[in-house]
């Protein structure tokens, strides 16, 4: 057996009976208690799912399994020759809570390789859908359209036990996982490149594959899509991506209809698609103004943006309170390798001037960025132009965090989600 299920195996029981303890003798204490302007207000701040793959500090920012940004930036195992960290081996952290070794990681590798293959009909159908169709569409519609593949489905038919639930998961999981890179890419050069695909290297790694694939050749790039997957995995499940993802598999549904649902809520403009919003503003304003704007410059166009009732995408969070560390992440990035890219550099000063404007306009809560602003440009400066792409590189890299979650959800047997709702009429008689 493969040494992530096999250590799967042997930390399961014991995390079981650890909930089990924690709800047998916590059970009834309050952790949260919710208010109308919450009920009517996005549920922001309610505390009512437990995500031990990974935890939000409004001022910290994410940390996975306890490890900050800069922490597994050193720890966890990278490519040879790479300074990110290897995606797949931040998945086995998600899941195991453990930094995999070398070896653990090649085992793993090997295993992801071996599923790596899409069926032909996925193609096929991509291929049938009008040309301007949005890539997340297709994107969305790709995953769902393997739902037959679903393993977990088929031992559910033959009455698996619940205790056993989390085993089909996972290897459904490791499946779809094993086939995003390509269908990702084969999205991108069927869309912008007429159709002239590039075949997987056997010899890279899941994230080097997917640069590869997407026919980028600096060494760089490489790295920048380990770290960009990393980067965007997990944010505790209380976003729109991971909570529909959670929600939508408690019904017993499969990877593929989660993961499919999860990239619906993903594609939404506040959410991932924030990516491609953030560099479409940016470019519209450096063409406007001719070139790289002045701080000056930025703060009228800021003004503008607000002032028409739009929001400034890449800033704002509904958790965060501070400059994003996967911002952070992606800026060191962009100043060891293209410090001088104008487009980069109006990342840069818009950063300088944003927050202090988002701040006197007084609406924001949070006026700083957060990962959406830095992602696009970094894209763009390796020559993938094309905005509408964006939010598929999120989506290949939440499903890392989304399916970590999902293995935990059916290992820990957690039931189907319901919370209550009530009227607006009950509220004015009874609260
Ligand atoms: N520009 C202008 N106004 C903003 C703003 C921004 N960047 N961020 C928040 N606001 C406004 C909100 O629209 C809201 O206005 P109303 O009261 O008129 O509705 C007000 O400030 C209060 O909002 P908030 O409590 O600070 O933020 P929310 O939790 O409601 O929303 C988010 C969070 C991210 C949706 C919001 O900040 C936003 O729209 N940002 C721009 C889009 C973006 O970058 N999204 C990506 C987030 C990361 C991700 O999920 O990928």
């Not at 505390?47 to 793959?53: A, F, N, P």
């Amino acid at each position: 057996m493969a040494k992530l299920k096999e250590r799967l195996q042997g930390i399961i029981p014991e995390e079981r009976e650890r909930v089990r303890k924690v709800v047998t003798e916590k059970g009834e204490k309050v952790i949260s208690q919710v208010t109308v302007k919450q009920a009517y207000g996005g549920m922001r701040g309610v505390k009512c799912l437990v995500c031990d793959t990974s935890s939000l500090d409004p001022e910290e920012g994410i940390s996975f399994r306890g490890y900050t940004i800069p922490q597994l930036m050193e720890r966890l195992p990278k490519a040879p020759k790479g300074d990110s960290p290897l995606p797949e081996a931040h998945w086995w952290l998600l899941l195991t809570g453990e930094l995999p070794t070398e070896e653990e990681v090649k085992d793993f590798q090997e295993e992801l390789k071996s599923r790596m293959i899409v069926p032909q009909y996925v193609f096929k159908m991509l291929d049938a859908m009008p040309e301007d169709t949005h890539p997340m569409t297709m994107f969305s519609a790709a995953v769902l359209s393997m739902q037959g593949e679903s393993l977990f489905v088929k031992r559910y038919n033959e009455r698996m036990k619940r205790g056993y639930y989390w085993e089909p998961m996972y290897e459904d999981s490791l499946n779809l996982l094993a086939k995003l890179p390509q269908i990702g890419a084969r999205i991108y050069r069927m869309k912008y490149k007429g159709g002239s695909y590039i075949q997987p290297d056997p010899d890279l790694d899941w994230g080097g594959n997917f640069a590869h694939m997407m026919g980028v050749e600096k060494p760089e790039y490489k790295d920048l899509m380990r770290l960009y997957f990393f980067l965007h995995s997990d944010h505790e499940s209380g976003n729109v991506s991971a909570h529909t993802g959670h929600l939508v598999a408690s019904a017993l549904s499969d990877v593929y209809y989660s993961i499919s649902a999860a990239i619906n809520g993903l594609a939404g403009p506040l959410h991932g698609l924030a990516n491609q919003m953030c560099l479409k503003w940016i470019m519209e304003m450096m063409e406007k103004l001719g070139g790289v704007p002045t701080k000056e410059q930025i703060e009228k166009y800021a003004w503008d943006t607000l002032n028409s009732g739009q929001v400034i995408p890449g800033y704002g969070h509904a958790v965060l309170r501070k400059t994003d560390p996967r911002f952070v992440a992606q800026h060191e990035f962009a100043m060891r390798y293209c410090p001088d890219d104008p487009i980069v550099k109006t990342v840069t000063n818009v950063y300088e001037v944003v927050p202090a404007i988002l701040q006197k306009h007084g609406k924001a809560k949070n006026p700083w960025p957060n990962v959406d602003a830095h992602s696009g440009c970094l894209q763009y400066h390796y020559g993938i132009r094309e905005f509408d792409f964006y939010t598929v590189f999120f989506g290949i890299g939440r499903a890392l965090g989304i399916t970590a979650e999902l293995v935990w959800d059916r290992a820990l047997m957690l039931p189907i989600e319901r919370p209550k709702s009530v009227t607006t009429k009950w509220i004015e008689e009874e609260a």
